[in-house]
């Protein structure tokens, strides 16, 4: 009974460092960038049942400065990426979820920014949920307004974004901790009960063995 009880708490303790290493946050995009350098357009959408097998394919669109209507520029799917758009050609490059179907961030990288880039980027997650008896389809979609200029500044937004994404980051590492540690304990109480449980059963054996030699003494003379 009791190494059954090690075995389920040190499934569960390794399922709390699975879940840990896979966690998510949603980070906005910087909204800033450089012309003539390269740019990061930030894109988390993060799985609120991370339990759930699902998959999702990625679509990007542009609105330039002064434009009323949005051009498709990018896709992502199982096929892999798809530049839409001639304006973007050879300029983008997929920065986001690798080696998975299951994509939560699909950040795109842009290459030699120009002053024509300025304008409101829109993704959009086509996701699916596999569930036992259905599936469940849903569509996110995150916006970034960028802004590009000749010589980079610090932006308020930018600080804001960075400071929250340490402290996600020191969250997560210290919730870690916390499970670690009472597993851990768990652990150690389950072990000091199952030698408890095998000394008091030795020891019921050694007194049952020292009964008997006894009575068979007594019997003997």
């Given at each position: 009974?009791a190494?059954?009880h090690?075995l389920?708490?040190?499934?569960l303790?390794?399922?709390?460092v699975?879940?840990?290493?896979?966690?998510c946050?949603?980070v906005?995009s910087?909204?800033?960038?450089?012309?003539?350098?390269?740019?990061?357009?930030g894109c988390?959408?993060?799985?609120?049942?991370?339990?759930?097998?699902?998959s999702a394919t990625v679509e990007?669109?542009f609105?330039?400065?002064?434009e009323?209507?949005?051009?498709?520029?990018y896709?992502?799917?199982?096929?892999g990426p798809?530049?839409?758009?001639?304006?973007f050609?050879?300029?983008?490059?997929?920065?986001?979820?690798?080696?998975?179907?299951?994509?939560?961030?699909?950040?795109?990288?842009l290459?030699n920014?120009t002053f024509?880039?300025?304008?409101?980027?829109q993704?959009?997650?086509?996701?699916?949920?596999?569930y036992?008896?259905?599936?469940?389809?849903?569509?996110?979609?995150?916006?970034?307004?960028?802004?590009?200029v000749?010589?980079?500044?610090r932006?308020?937004?930018?600080?804001v974004?960075?400071?929250?994404m340490?402290?996600s980051?020191i969250?997560?590492?210290?919730?870690?901790?916390?499970?670690?540690?009472?597993c851990y304990?768990?652990?150690?109480?389950?072990?000091?009960?199952?030698?408890?449980?095998?000394?008091?059963a030795?020891?019921?054996?050694?007194a049952?063995?020292?009964k008997?030699?006894?009575?068979?003494?007594?019997?003997g003379?």
């Amino acid at each position: 009974m009791a190494a059954s009880h090690l075995l389920l708490l040190s499934l569960l303790c390794a399922l709390c460092v699975y879940q840990c290493h896979g966690a998510c946050a949603e980070v906005d995009s910087d909204t800033e960038a450089v012309a003539g350098k390269g740019f990061k357009l930030g894109c988390i959408s993060c799985k609120r049942r991370s339990e759930v097998e699902g998959s999702a394919t990625v679509e990007w669109y542009f609105r330039a400065k002064g434009e009323a209507d949005f051009t498709h520029i990018y896709t992502y799917n199982d096929d892999g990426p798809t530049i839409e758009s001639d304006h973007f050609m050879d300029r983008v490059d997929w920065n986001g979820s690798k080696r998975s179907n299951d994509i939560q961030d699909a950040s795109i990288y842009l290459l030699n920014v120009t002053f024509n880039d300025s304008g409101t980027y829109q993704c959009f997650f086509n996701r699916i949920l596999f569930y036992e008896n259905y599936e469940y389809n849903a569509v996110v979609s995150k916006v970034v307004h960028l802004t590009v200029v000749a010589k980079a500044s610090r932006g308020t937004a930018s600080i804001v974004s960075e400071v929250m994404m340490y402290v996600s980051i020191i969250g997560l590492q210290l919730w870690l901790l916390i499970e670690m540690i009472y597993c851990y304990r768990k652990i150690a109480a389950a072990g000091e009960e199952a030698l408890r449980e095998a000394a008091n059963a030795e020891y019921l054996a050694i007194a049952s063995e020292s009964k008997d030699n006894c009575a068979g003494v007594q019997v003997g003379e």
